[in-house]
């Protein structure tokens, strides 16, 4: 039986892959970073990876039938969406660059 946490976690770890490392590596002719942005992103990305998980692993409880419910059916077809939109919307920002 797949635990809801798990779940929960990988559409986490979905969502933080792209934007880490597909949308980064797809982008083209970029400027540099400024170094202070560059800490605060991954100080934010340590601490907000580090709250959900820890949620994840030791203080959220749902019941066992949780995955099938109305609720995080709608949350799944809800996330999925935003997704493909996302993925859609960033390959318009990419087409919007110039060349190089």
Not at 23 to 41: D, N, Q
């Amino acid at each position: 039986e797949i635990d809801t946490n798990v779940v929960l976690l990988a559409y986490w770890c979905c969502h933080y892959v792209n934007r880490t490392l597909v949308f980064p590596c797809r982008m083209r002719g970029g400027k540099k970073t400024p170094f202070g942005v560059f800490v605060s992103a991954l100080v934010f990305c340590t601490i907000n990876g580090y709250c959900n998980g820890r949620f994840l692993a030791e203080y959220a409880v749902y019941d066992k039938d949780h995955l099938s419910s109305p609720c995080f059916m709608f949350g799944s077809v809800l996330f999925w969406t935003g997704l493909f939109i996302n993925f859609h919307s960033d390959g318009i920002l990419r087409d919007l660059r110039k060349p190089g």
